[in-house]
């Protein structure tokens, strides 16, 4: 049994270490894999509760149950402000659940998806189908299989919107919170290009967000932070980053003319919810000085 399950009585369970003595902790009904991949150890169960789980070094990454709130912000909040991105960028993902969510818009011609795990888009085929959802198979998918940040520095591709759905900034994602892979961001966008990024959860992790928004001003004169309530996310909300070299107003009303004209079946994003995202409780802005 590997290192993220434990014994409690007659039952198994999964126990996240996200923060020192903090972490989620999760029953485990049926366990479908708990090994080493190459450059992780992945565990995938089953949970009465939260449905199939999946976690990376003992990190929940994604779960059957919330995956969509996660995946709806982190790709509709820049294709709704951008309005007309074809060419889209997924450093990460592999779950296939933001590629899902890209796809859906009808201006989007090309979604490339660079991931670093090959095992992790297996895996998420085989345990997870409905999260990528045929995604993979797209005609307008690119899978690359290499380091995210080594992309962004040798690519000739260009895109108009950049999505980085990482892990932590600890193992092979750390590379993914570095001032110059944003800058290979920023290199590899459009002029007006919008760049949003998995931001930790800032009451657990308050330095996260302030090293990424220090790191991407060096590259982007906008930066700014959007909140989602991911159930499974330990710490209340999670806080997602938003830059680009152009102002985006995330006004609810100029919004709503845009999900009219491509309108989607949401389980969390509205043009409402868009809007009040970016309304920072206190001590996050704060976190942010
Ligand atoms: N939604 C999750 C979260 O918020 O933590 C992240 C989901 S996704 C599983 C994270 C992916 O990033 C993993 O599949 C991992 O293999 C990938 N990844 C980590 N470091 C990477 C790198 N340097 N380049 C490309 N992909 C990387």
């Not at 999260?131 to 591709?157: C, L, M, W």
Request: proline share 5%; aromatic share 12%.
């Amino acid at each position: 049994m590997g290192k993220y399950l434990h014994k409690i009585g007659d039952e198994l369970w999964f126990k996240e270490e996200m923060e020192e003595g903090i972490g989620h902790s999760a029953r485990v009904d049926k366990v479908l894999f708990d090994d080493e991949i190459d450059h992780q150890h992945l565990v995938v169960f089953e949970n009465a509760k939260y449905g199939r789980m999946f976690a990376l070094n003992g990190i929940i990454q994604m779960t059957s149950s919330d995956e969509f709130v996660y995946h709806e912000m982190l790709a509709h909040v820049p294709l709704y402000a951008h309005g007309e991105a074809k060419r889209v960028l997924i450093i990460g993902g592999g779950d296939g659940g933001i590629l899902r969510e890209v796809l859906r818009h009808k201006s989007c011609e090309s979604a490339t998806l660079v991931e670093i795990e090959k095992d992790v888009i297996e895996f998420a085929k085989q345990w997870f189908p409905e999260t990528s959802n045929g995604a993979f198979d797209d005609p307008r998918t690119n899978i690359v299989i290499t380091d995210g940040a080594k992309y962004v520095q040798e690519t000739d591709e260009r895109y108009d919107v950049v999505i980085v759905d990482s892990t932590d900034p600890v193992g092979p994602g750390e590379v993914l919170f570095t001032e110059e892979f944003y800058a290979g961001c920023k290199r590899v966008l459009t002029p007006g290009g919008i760049l949003t990024v998995q931001g930790g959860l800032p009451f657990l992790q308050p330095w996260e967000p302030k090293m990424i928004k220090e790191r991407q001003s060096k590259s982007f004169a906008n930066v700014d932070f959007y909140v989602a309530a991911v159930p499974t996310y330990t710490g209340g909300l999670m806080t997602l980053g938003f830059a680009s070299d152009a102002q985006y107003p995330h006004d609810a009303t100029w919004l709503r003319r845009r999900t009219s004209a491509n309108p989607l079946e949401m389980g969390y994003y509205t043009p409402e919810v868009h809007e009040a995202a970016f309304a920072l409780p206190a001590y996050i802005r704060k976190g942010l000085e």
